[in-house]
């Protein structure tokens, strides 16, 4: 029962090594293929996922209590498999900015992969440590893999410090709660987390780890890293950190919050609301001034963490599973972004907005993908990114005859959306009404790359068309927590 | 009753076809616009056959005709229902034959045709879809898919230096409306506890055990102002006519003439069943803001340069009629403000087309700029004529019949019978002077030099969407009953409703409503 409850895992570390391994047997000019390798191998894992013979839908903890399978684990360990998959993707028609180490990148990714499922079962702290750190670090490696770019290495740099002091908050948070109450393990916390809701060392401690989720998934004020190194880091880094490693962010916060510490929560609710709030307004507002794309899309991700903030500061579990969903249309929406950006912008040194001008004539298949994709971040039907929100903005207007406060946070939430439309606008502006744009020449777009934008584009308008079985995935993970 | 309604198809013809065209090349011309044009003729046609089979119809239980209600989200309560009553038969009709006027009129666009036809379709399918939508989420949704080609519409294919700042405004504007909007339809779902967004069975629910008092008074707003918003509610209403004078003709007759009753139905279709208590509270404020709407308008209107800009105006103007309707919340205003939101849509896509046209021929529309243009352009001229004489509320068109009616309505309410005093002066008066000063700058006087050349010989087909909309006006001027036989039954429905509902100690506190939401059918 043990070992077999992390077969997904082991079989994904295997990946990686494989993968690592394959450099002495593959001929260098045949490397970016085994990107395709690795895809063919986490879809399989992805269809095992969905199979229901045992491998993820035994339901359960395991590994004394550390590891645990639940519909919300499994919920995130697909949504994972699904980003690696597109992620690899991206990586594959990018492999050519690479100056070498094409498949370590490729098994770091995969290594990355691991941390993520593994987060996604953790039920206790020393867990939530281990895998949070088994993404950060080969994310530092993610982010610093063109070696000849400086923008790549000072994002590194960046990235790494910030990092470790947020690691080191964390682990200082952990060491609190552990001095305080003598549980690590996220089920015996609950039991006793209610007695310790006035003792300040342990508040402290549960700060301190909200510190390092924080940082995960850049929310005010442990959001300074996003924009350098979402501008910095290679594009397929940068959409493996939107979606990846955020997701990886909120399942641990929704552990933290609503397994293990729900009596420190529920007196949280007001810094919750005003985190949610600020990180909102300050993501949309600094989004709004720039014009390096990636830049952009690293403030509307810090945005977009306050959007999600708010399903997590709603306290009940539609909210949880607005989360949920919010990040599986998310997942579509900005992968299908840094797609166009990684083709479009192949070589335009500065990647910023212009270089999308006259994108219509260039190739009207990425005309219509960073459409459809824009218009999904702003939240506009039919696409995925309205009924994430709409789901979120409920959850949060249900708690109002509780607390008023939610009134106004559901409208700082509007007013975030307003700015947005503003700024993805633009975005689409350059595409269709740049006059003279300077380059004319077509892009084509190899089959695989065309392949994953469908898919992309398949799962924004299936999730904004179709939420029901989504959506009801993610109600049943999120009762799963509760 | 599961088997699909002629509704779905009048909505979805559009839709389906917008998506169909994403695969001709774009350089197919004559192709795509004919399948447009077929495209709104057989929606056209369809709502034609349904406003004529309507009293025939097998009625529902709740009231609906041509019903279909299929499970979407079942978790959320959300279901893909449509059907139609007396007070969105009409809109629906109005709406369909407007798309197709619209997309005739499209000829004028010379520019990335296929994605103009792409837009337009959608915008048409999506307001004709929330119209004839009974569950709270479509309902929205679709108004918002229609919206979007607005923006883009007006963004890409608009003229004039001021598009940029127009179609940031419109955008902004509209946006707001629709998120405020949107905020207080999720507060009426949650609060009403019943755990559906289907409109009559949340009527039903609320009837069994209406809402508070405070949490209408506090939800109302929201609708009000959202709604407002998209309606160009005084002093909300900046963005129209500055957006219709730069829209395209289409995009302008289709949003000025339908998009934008879609407020004003949620008010009638939502606000007075569900929130009677609160519409009472509002009803002064409703009014006054309603003679902001008119006065303030027409006054406006009276002194611009800019013919689609005193169109506009005088479009925002009308609405103030339609909330004035609505405030009275008695059957004879209500029915009288549906009739205006009709009538209105057929005149407003008229005058907007009309512009486009003179747009078209004189490259101007600097009402200094024009004069004499009768003689060169005889039947556009008579029927620019006629649509003034429609504005100022002659009998005969279908305005007048609205506007009186809303006036008795209003009127039987004695704590309004100074506005009604101040709106029939602004009414009639400022409408007449604006009106007339248009026409004779316009139509008549000495024909400057440069247009000696343009000639008026336009093809029959290129007339057809003119005369059907004045015909449309004509019709429902001179037989008002076709409308308001089926309108009355159902607007006494919602005014008895909001009646009785007036006297009635509903006061709970915010708190105590909590009980109110989980029991459903006590």
Known sequence: MNSSSITLEICVIALGMVLMLADFFVAPDRKRYLAYAGIVALAGLLLVSFSGDGVCSIFGASFSGSFVEDPMALFFKRLFIGSA?????????????????????????????????????????????????????????????????????????????????????????IALIWGTSGELNFNGLAQVSGQFVNNKLFLAGCLFVLVGLGFKIAAFPF??????????????????????????????????????????????????????????????LCAMPQRNLKRMLGYSSIAHAGYLLLGVAALNSSGQ????????????????????????????????????????????????????????????????????????LKAIIEQGPAHHGYYLLAFIALVGVI???????????????????????????????????????????????FPESVLNFAMSAASAIK | M?????LTYIAGIPIFVALLLLLVPS???????????????????????????FNQAQVDSEGFRFVQDVPWVGSLGISYHVGVDGINVGLILMGAIVAFAATLCSWEIKNREKEFYILLLLMSGGILGAFASLDLFFFYFLHELALVPTFIMI????????????????????????????????????????????????????????LPVNVQNFIFPFLLFGFGILVSLWPFHSWAPLGYGVAPAPTAMLHSGVLKKFGLYGLIRLAVPLLPQAMHHWMMAIAWLAIGNILYNGWVAMRQRDLNLLIGNS????MGFIFLGIASLNLIGLSGAVLIMVAHGFLAALSFALSGFIYQKTGTLEISELGGLCRKLPFVGTLLLMAAMAGCGLPGFANFVGEVTVFFGVWSVPALHFIVTLALWGGLIIGAVYMTRAIRNVLHGPLPSEFAQISGSTSLWRKIPYALLLASLLLFGCVPSLLTDKINPDAARLTASAQTRKTGPTLVAMAQAAPLKSPLGN
Request: glycine content about 6%; some cysteine; charged content about 10%.
């Open chain 2, 315 to 318: 479009s925002v103007a009308h």
């Open chain 1, 223 to 284: 959001q300074v890293w996003a924009p350098d190194v979402y501008q910095g880091a290679p594009t397929p880094t940068t959409a493996f950190l939107a979606i990846g490693s955020k997701a990886a962010g909120f399942v641990l916060l929704l552990r933290v919050l609503f397994v293990a510490i729900p009596a420190v929560t529920h007196h949280w609710v007001h810094l919750l609301m005003a985190l949610s709030a600020i990180t909102i307004l300050y993501g949309n």
């Open chain 2, 27 to 53: 350089n197919y011309r004559v192709i795509f616009r004919a399948v447009s044009v077929l495209a709104a003729f057989v929606s056209m046609i369809l709502a034609v056959g349904m406003f004529c089979h």
């Open chain 1, 85 to 173: 998959i597109l992620v690899l993707f991206l990586a594959a028609e990018f492999s050519d900015r690479f100056a070498s180490g094409l498949n370590e990148y490729y098994s770091l990714v995969v290594f990355a992969l691991a941390g993520m499922l593994f987060a996604a079962s953790a039920n206790d702290f020393v867990m939530l440590f281990v895998s949070i750190e088994l993404i950060t670090i080969t994310f530092y490696v993610l982010t610093s893999f063109q070696k000849n770019r400086l923008a790549s290495l000072e994002a590194a740099v960046k990235y790494l410090i910030l990092g470790a002091l947020a690691s080191a908050f964390m682990v200082f948070g």
């Open chain 2, 2 to 6: 599961n088997n699909i309604s002629i």
């Open chain 2, 155 to 210: 963004g890409v294919w608009g003229r004039g230096e001021r598009k940029n700042y127009a179609t940031f405004q419109i955008t902004l504007y509209l946006s707001i409306g629709a998120l405020i909007a949107l905020l207080g339809l999720i507060a009426l779902y949650l609060q009403s506890g019943a755990n559906t967004f289907d409109i009559p069975k949340l009527i039903d629910v609320i009837k069994a055990n209406p």
């Open chain 1, 419 to 465: 700015i947005s439309i503003s700024y993805y606008f633009n975005v689409i502006r350059a595409i269709y009404w740049t006059r003279d744009p300077a380059d004319l020449s077509p892009i084509t777009v190899s089959g695989p790359a065309r392949f994953s934008i469908a898919i992309c584009v398949a799962g924004i308008f299936w999730l904004g068309l």
């Open chain 1, 321 to 392: 599973a607005a989360v949920m969903y919010y990040l599986a249309g998310y997942l579509f929406t900005v992968t299908a972004a840094f797609f166009v950006i990684a083709l479009v912008l192949r070589h335009v040194p500065d990647e910023n907005v212009s270089g999308l001008a006259g994108l219509n004539h260039r190739s009207p298949l990425l005309a219509t993908t960073m459409t459809i994709s824009m218009v999904s971040l702003a939240g506009i039907p039919p696409l995925a990114g309205f009924f994430g929100k709409f789901l979120l």
